[in-house]
């Protein structure tokens, strides 16, 4: 066993390497579970207003994973989230390529309902894109995501921790308005999630501020649902007024999502498998059996009868079990890029780095 933070968080194994830090599997003693540890390198302030803004925002929501938990000791800081270990989207989709319609109907129903619990409580997330949404590995049961990293999301009461006319979030998923100096607002995320759906679609998660003309639009989403493709429409509507104001009727005007499995747009059946390693050997953690019986059932061949599983097993499950060397390996890229979101955050602090956070979580 590594070393014990707090007398509470036990990191177990090194799960990804990053720019900004490294992620952990960890042991929470307190609430008895699993969960994970993003140690920092950098520790510079915005590093730290983006760590203690993030520790205040927590929600209970079945597709939300915010922060239930923190503990200090010297110069680490954690904050704990739930283990979530089916990978991001953006890792998914630029491995394996593009979604089909019904499974993005899923998916997009699912982060919009999390949205609207989060805007019906005064909140815009702000970094809505696939790296910031993570997967549970079900297999081939319904999917189910859950949207994380609310690091630069803002209340409405908050005062600005950004220099005034600076753009917050990621470029190509940004409203037009922006540009402009507009302050947030809930449609903001909610054009965010409609570049989402295009993204998932065409599997291309990168994009350029701008780039999503009435014509692109229409040509990425052809061979939608109407039904779908009018409501991704009104999402991305470049005039504010016409788009829908906030995540819940944006959600509402979507068509009902299927409850059973989901395709790749190719028509292989997509399934969620465990993007971390195997447990490393000797570790002596409560409950770690039942997580090695749990991975091993999902992992079954009974799990992969549907035609075409095996197939899509292939491609979505043990091969990008482990980390790749360096930071430039996707499950770490997958990891470090969502930070909050299927981590905890350990935070190797300093000196007078130290002395901010710890003032700024009171």
Same mark, same amino acid.
């Given at each position: 066993?590594?070393d014990?933070i ?10 990804a ?6 992620v952990?599997?960890?042991w929470?003693?307190k609430?008895e ?14 590093d ?7 520790k ?8 939300l ?25 953006e ?11 019904e ?20 909140w815009v ?13 079900h297999?081939?049961?319904p ?20 220099h005034v ?17 507009a302050?947030?607002?809930?449609s ?6 409609g ?5 998932l679609?065409?599997g !291309?998660?990168? #994009? @350029?501020?701008r +780039?999503?003309?009435? %014509?692109r639009?229409d040509? $990425?989403?052809? =061979? /939608?649902?109407?039904p ?9 509507a ?7 104001r ?5 959600r509402?005007a ?13 028509g ?10 195997p447990w490393?050997?000797g570790?002596d953690v409560?409950?770690? !059996?039942?997580? #090695? @019986?749990?991975? +091993?059932?999902?992992? %079954?061949p009974?799990?992969? $009868?549907?035609p =075409? /599983?095996?197939?899509g ?6 091969r990008?079990?482990s980390?790749?060397?360096?930071a430039?390996?996707?499950?770490a890229?997958?990891?470090?890029v969502s ?14 780095a ?9």
């Amino acid at each position: 066993m590594a070393d014990v933070i707090a007398g509470r968080f036990a990191l177990i194994d090194r799960i990804a390497r990053g720019g900004s830090g490294d992620v952990w599997r960890a042991w929470d003693r307190k609430r008895e579970r699993i969960c994970a540890a993003k140690v920092l390198r950098q520790r510079d302030s915005e590093d730290l207003l983006r760590f203690a803004r993030e520790k205040g925002v927590t929600f209970d929501h079945p597709h939300l994973l915010t922060p239930d938990g923190w503990g200090a000791e010297d110069e680490h800081v954690v904050i704990a989230l739930p283990l979530v270990t089916g990978g991001t989207l953006e890792a998914l989709v630029s491995r394996h390529g593009p979604l089909g319609s019904e499974a993005v109907t899923v998916i997009l129903h699912q982060v919009l309902d999390g949205l609207a619990h989060v805007h019906a409580a005064g909140w815009v997330h702000r970094d809505v894109k696939p790296a910031n949404v993570l997967l549970e590995a079900h297999g081939l049961v319904p999917v189910h995501c859950r949207l994380g990293d609310f690091g630069i999301a803002v209340h409405h009461r908050d005062v600005r921790l950004t220099h005034v006319g600076m753009l917050n979030g990621t470029p190509g998923y940004l409203a037009p308005e922006l540009f402009d100096g507009a302050g947030p607002e809930p449609s903001h995320d909610v054009y965010a999630a409609g570049v989402l759906a295009l993204a998932l679609l065409s599997g !291309r998660t990168r #994009r @350029e501020d701008r +780039e999503l003309t009435a %014509a692109r639009i229409d040509q $990425e989403l052809a =061979g /939608a649902p109407e039904p779908f493709a009018a409501a991704v429409r009104r999402m991305l509507a470049e005039d504010p007024d016409d788009r829908f104001r906030d995540a819940a009727a944006a959600r509402d005007a979507l068509p009902t999502p299927p409850a059973g499995p989901v395709h790749w747009a190719d028509g292989r059946p997509l399934l969620v498998a465990d993007t971390l390693p195997p447990w490393p050997e000797g570790v002596d953690v409560p409950h770690a !059996r039942e997580a #090695r @019986e749990a991975r +091993e059932a999902r992992e %079954a061949p009974e799990a992969r $009868e549907a035609p =075409g /599983a095996a197939a899509g097993y292939r491609a979505a499950g043990r091969r990008t079990a482990s980390p790749q060397p360096g930071a430039d390996g996707e499950v770490a890229r997958a990891w470090v890029v969502s930070l909050g979101a299927g981590a905890a955050a350990a935070i190797t602090l300093g000196g007078a780095a130290g002395l901010l956070l710890r003032s700024l979580l009171g």
